[in-house]
T-cell receptor
Framework: ETGVTQTPRHLVMGMTNKKSLKCEQHLGHNAMYWYKQSAKKPLELMFVYNFKEQTENNSVPSRFSPECPNSSHLFLHLHTLQPEDSALYLC??????????????FGPGTRLLVL | AQSVSQHNHHVILSEAASLELGCNYSYGGTVNLFWYVQYPGQHLQLLLKYFSGDPLVKGIKGFEAEFIKSKFSFNLRKPSVQWSDTAEYFCAVSSGNTGKLIFGQGTTLQVKP
């Protein structure tokens, strides 16, 4: 299934590095999401974009900077991360329907390790 | 605040055993309910969803879930599990006017051949 793709699949970075995660959806959706999945914790919603506009920032530290240049692409720019930021970062997309009846489709995630 | 609780964190079953995974949510209004599955090394996939209508929902791979409004529950069931059902299962809820999903902690299911 290639509806939502993410690159890279694995990333190791130092605390002083700058890197970016990329997400692309091929489903014609207009909403995109970033989630963080840490061991033994529920998926945490980080950011939501609807029609390229950020509609939710779930109190995410500024060392995470999202960018949505168009409805098909979503980036997460990373800088000066901490070891506790190591996690699986998931991207998802959905088609906004003016209500809650939306189904989100997920990408495979980027496994991030911060040293 | 809304929350989703999955009571079983780790379940171990033998093949052909019946499965029921619990999911409870805290929200008094209209909700939409989802079960996602994450097989080892794979991405989250939708198993089934409930928006309205028949509270017994059938999904892929023989899974079903029942929405019991009075109990704020959406338990996942399968009459006979297979080794290939080994995965992590997540319950999620959305409500209100947004598609924002609240996830439970997940349940790891291990099926022994």
């Amino acid at each position: 299934e290639t509806g939502v793709t993410q690159t890279p699949r694995h990333l190791v970075m130092g605390m002083t590095n700058k890197k970016s995660l990329k997400c692309e959806q091929h489903l014609g959706h207009n909403a995109m999401y970033w989630y963080k999945q840490s061991a033994k914790k529920p998926l945490e919603l980080m950011f939501v974009y609807n029609f390229k506009e950020q509609t939710e920032n779930n109190s995410v530290p500024s060392r995470f900077s999202p960018e949505c240049p168009n409805s098909s692409h979503l980036f997460l720019h990373l800088h000066t991360l901490q070891p506790e930021d190591s996690a699986l970062y998931l991207c998802a997309s959905s088609q906004p329907s003016g209500g809650a009846r939306e189904t989100q489709y997920f990408g495979p995630g980027t496994r991030l390790l911060v040293l | 605040a809304q929350s989703v609780s999955q009571h079983n964190h780790h379940v171990i079953l033998s093949e052909a055993a019946s499965l029921e995974l619990g999911c409870n949510y805290s929200y008094g209004g209209t909700v939409n309910l989802f079960w996602y599955v994450q097989y080892p090394g794979q991405h989250l996939q939708l198993l089934l969803k409930y928006f309205s209508g028949d509270p017994l929902v059938k999904g892929i791979k023989g899974f079903e879930a029942e929405f019991i409004k009075s109990k704020f529950s959406f338990n996942l069931r399968k009459p006979s599990v297979q080794w290939s059902d080994t995965a992590e299962y997540f319950c999620a809820v959305s409500s209100g006017n947004t598609g924002k999903l609240i996830f439970g902690q997940g349940t790891t299911l291990q099926v022994k051949p």
